[in-house]
């Protein structure tokens, strides 16, 4: 079995990481999930319940809200969510709910604003959350605006990317242990991924910054794309361009079990996934902590429940997944490149973003396919193939959180 190097710049040591062939940590007999979890609505109603209201999930990354006043709308579990840079250029998160009468405040997905003003009877709220202006108010004993602050939300940052998690944790935590809180449901966010602890130190994640974004509405459902993501099973077949540059059999995985998954897959040497081949953009990576190897790799990691963190030597693409039903979902893409790489000659992000637009496509089209024959009366579990274990992991996990 080969043994990899994977640097951890914030100690300045490096630890040894095993890399293991996809088909090594098969377990044999693993077969797809039954039909309701493609489509019962009860399933979905749950899945938002006991996963989506309960994990951190990824709603942007730090440089959305860059300056002062910027803020944009994350729709998590149903609930429509504020996120802003106060005054003091703090990350805050709120429910988009008023205190007066419960009217949604902000409609605009992303703006830039220096209080947030109710639309019906105009309460006024800094981007701290707290009540500044209530016309005709004075005249109502007892009332304090003190009292009627927004509602916060759980809000942490892992590597720049910005997460939240509706398990109402400050009340769990007054009424009994912490202990108590995670057996509820609630993990602190720095537990929650002390697994990856500096492991992707290297890529600079929380200085990059997105040059594109683009939201795809995908006929499936959203575990559909998950298991899609997690294996290279289909690359020959579907995307022709993609194996000429990375060779679908390559993979190795360092992560085979529980919420975090997966490993590398190598690059042609001096190639690039991009339309034309080469580099499109600076290398992202600190030069001393690269090597060589990691020059010629590309890795790829689900991250539960809702994000796909694919890591490039010259670009970062995430992808942000927001089930809407059974049968759909929809996808957030960005593409994240260097600070330094805008403005510089050699920046063509386009040559990653078309590339990848284009194999983003060839994935949803498989996945609603899947999703309409999994919908047959003739649909029944597969087995997955040794080149599966991944899926077949994430499936594992899943029913685990379901369960
Ligand atoms: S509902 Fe917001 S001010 Fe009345
Ligand atoms: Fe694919």
């Known amino acids: 079995m080969p043994k990899e190097v994977c640097g951890v710049p914030t100690t300045q040591t490096k630890t040894t990481t095993l890399f293991r062939k996809t088909g090594e940590t098969f377990h044999a007999g693993a077969k797809?999930?039954?039909?309701?979890?493609?489509?019962?609505?009860?399933?979905?109603?749950?899945?938002?319940?006991?996963?989506?209201?309960?994990?951190?999930?990824?709603?942007?990354?730090?440089?959305?809200?860059?300056?002062?006043?910027?803020?944009f709308i994350a729709e998590v579990a149903g609930e429509s969510l504020i996120l802003a840079s106060d005054q003091r250029s703090t990350i805050r998160a709120f429910y988009n709910v008023c205190r007066h009468r419960g009217s949604r405040l902000l409609e605009d997905q992303n703006?830039?604003?220096?209080?947030?003003?109710?639309?019906?009877?105009?309460?006024?709220?800094?981007l701290d959350g707290r009540l500044l202006g209530v016309p005709h108010m004075s005249d109502v004993p007892g009332f304090n605006k003190t009292d009627y602050s927004l509602h916060?939300?759980?809000?942490?940052?892992?590597?720049?990317?910005?997460?939240v998690n509706l398990a109402d944790a400050s009340t769990r935590l007054r009424r009994s242990t912490a202990r108590q809180a995670e057996r509820d449901g609630y993990t602190s966010l720095e537990k929650w991924f002390a697994p990856l602890a500096g492991k992707f130190s290297r890529w600079n994640l929380p200085a990059l910054r997105s040059?594109?974004?683009?939201?795809?509405?995908?006929?499936?459902?959203?575990?559909?794309i998950f298991e899609n993501y997690s294996e290279c099973y289909h690359c020959l077949g579907v995307h022709p361009e993609l194996s000429k540059i990375s060779p679908y059999d390559?993979?190795?995985?360092?992560?085979?079990?529980?919420?975090?998954?997966?490993?590398?897959?190598?690059?042609?040497?001096g190639k690039s996934l991009t339309m034309?081949?080469?580099?499109?953009?600076?290398g992202i990576a600190d030069k001393e902590e690269e090597g060589e190897e990691a020059k010629h790799r590309v890795f790829y990691y689900s991250i539960f429940p809702n994000m796909l963190l694919s890591l490039h030597p010259d670009y970062v693409m995430v992808?942000?997944?927001?089930?809407?039903?059974?049968?759909?979902t929809l996808i957030l893409c960005d593409w994240f490149f260097h600070q330094e790489a805008f403005g510089r000659g050699d920046f063509n992000?386009?040559?990653?973003?078309?590339?990848?637009?284009?194999?983003?496509?060839?994935?949803?089209?498989?996945?609603?396919?899947?999703?309409?024959?999994?919908?047959?009366?003739?649909?029944?579990?597969?087995?997955?193939?040794a080149r599966e274990s991944i899926p077949a992991a994430w499936d594992e996990y899943y029913l685990r959180k379901m369960g």
Request: with cysteine; hydrophobic share 40%.
């Open 111 to 126: 703006g830039n604003a220096a209080a947030i003003q109710c639309p019906y009877h105009a309460w006024t709220y800094g």
């Open 276 to 282: 034309s081949g080469n580099a499109c953009a600076l």
């Open 152 to 163: 916060p939300v759980n809000l942490a940052l892992w590597e720049g990317f910005i997460f």
């Open 32 to 71: 797809t999930l039954q039909q309701r979890y493609f489509l019962s609505p009860d399933i979905f109603a749950e899945e938002l319940e006991k996963i989506f209201a309960r994990q951190w999930v990824l709603v942007g990354h730090q440089s959305q809200l860059g300056e002062a006043g910027n803020y």
């Open 211 to 224: 040059a594109k974004r683009v939201e795809y509405d995908v006929r499936g459902n959203w575990k559909l």
């Open 319 to 328: 992808h942000q997944l927001w089930p809407q039903s059974p049968e759909r």
């Open 349 to 385: 992000p386009d040559d990653a973003i078309q590339f990848w637009d284009m194999v983003n496509r060839q994935d949803w089209h498989v996945c609603e396919l899947s999703q309409q024959g999994i919908s047959s009366r003739a649909y029944e579990p597969g087995p997955y193939s």
């Open 250 to 269: 390559s993979a190795e995985n360092d992560l085979t079990e529980g919420p975090f998954l997966g490993g590398f897959m190598r690059i042609a040497k």
